[in-house]
């Protein structure tokens, strides 16, 4: 079992920045491929980028230039760099983790404010 805790969301105007977290507990070991997912209110939920075990990186195209995905295999933590927020980058921010299944966090909220 993997437990994943995000971390970081929050208020943003335009144009600024947040990093978030996600923590990973239990059978790290076990870990291929991390990612990001979001969903906005009346969306369905949108994969926003994967970080494979070998450390390359993909990105939607609506975030890419902008986001970062990243992670640190010593503190069992991977990362979403968020700059140039737009206000449609608002919604509900998940990390997911796949293993011999697939553990998902409770999800973070980011706001961006016009």
């Known amino acids: 079992q993997v437990r994943l805790v995000e971390s970081g969301g929050g208020l943003v105007q335009a144009g600024g920045s947040l990093r978030l977290s996600c923590a990973a507990s239990?059978?790290?070991?076990?870990?291929?491929?991390m990612g990001w997912y979001r969903q906005a209110p009346g969306n369905r939920r949108e994969w926003v980028a994967v970080i494979l075990s070998g450390g390359s990186t993909d990105y939607a195209d609506s975030v890419k230039g902008r986001l970062t995905i990243s992670r640190d295999n010593a503190k069992n933590t991977m990362y979403l760099q968020m700059n140039s927020l737009k206000p449609e980058d608002t919604a509900v921010y998940y990390c997911?983790?796949?293993?011999?299944?697939?553990?998902w966090g409770q999800g973070t909220q980011v706001t961006v404010s016009s």
């Open positions: 239990g059978s790290i070991s076990s870990i291929n491929n």
């Open positions: 997911n983790a796949v293993s011999a299944s697939v553990s």
